[in-house]
């Protein structure tokens, strides 16, 4: 079955500096959809792309789709506390009939003041 | 408009016990289900249904059942509760069940402990 790699699992920046976060996955996606989640919160949309190649802003956030539909990005310019949680990306496989996201088990980013 | 609403929002049971999660939601949406998330496991889905009278499995679906006999609400059981299901679960619904996704809406979430 289709399979969503995230790395990393865990990462710890200083407040200010610069946070990525990549997403592979095994077949080729349909669309992928990105997530935050606050500690003791739910995860809440942040995204979506769906044509290849795509790259969208959000103030400091920058979501990239690659090329070839199978790999996804995230990165956050100069990190406040505020961006504190989980971050999970979830593909849509491109094959007939399907509905089902697959999550990736998320980067938790720590942003130390 | 509530969104997505689940009750309750903490629950400890015993092995062998069953109980039922609910989830309803106002805002129409054709699309609901069910994820269980773990420790380093991400979110696993567990049943969805594309519309009342419609139900399917997920990533997850043994030792639970669901039913879709309204718009609205998309209970969960546990037939019997085992120290495995000890999770968080939470509930997410989308406007449409097709195959280009729109966004998901997810649930508080409910704590569940299985002794």
């Known amino acids: 079955g289709q399979q969503v790699m995230q790395i990393p699992q865990y990462q710890h920046v200083q407040e200010g500096e610069d946070f990525t976060t990549y997403c592979n996955s095994s077949t080729t996606l349909s669309n992928i959809q990105w997530y935050k989640q606050r500690p003791g919160g739910h995860p809440v949309f942040l995204i979506q792309?769906?044509?290849?190649?795509e790259v969208k802003k959000q103030k400091r956030l920058t979501f990239q789709f690659g090329e070839a539909k199978k790999n996804s990005s995230l990165h956050i310019t100069a990190t406040q506390t505020t961006d504190v949680g989980t971050y999970f990306c979830?593909?849509?496989?491109?094959?007939?009939?399907?509905?089902?996201?697959?999550f990736g088990k998320g980067t938790k980013l720590s942003v130390i003041p | 408009n509530a969104g997505v609403t689940q009750t309750p929002k903490f629950q400890v049971l015993k092995t062998g016990q069953s109980m039922t999660l609910q989830c309803a939601q106002d805002m129409n949406h054709e699309y609901m289900s069910w994820y269980r998330q773990d420790p380093g496991m991400g979110l696993r889905l567990i049943h969805y249904s594309v519309g009342a009278g419609i139900t399917d499995q997920g990533e997850v679906p043994n030792g639970y059942n669901v039913s879709r006999s309204t718009t609205e609400d998309f209970p969960l059981r546990l037939l019997s509760a085992a120290p495995s299901q000890t999770s968080v679960y939470f509930c997410a619904t989308k406007k449409q069940g097709v195959k280009w996704t729109d966004t998901q809406y997810f649930g508080p979430g409910t704590r569940l402990t299985v002794l």
């Open positions: 792309l769906v044509k290849s190649g």
């Open positions: 979830a593909g849509l496989d491109s094959g007939a009939g399907s509905y089902q996201l697959t």
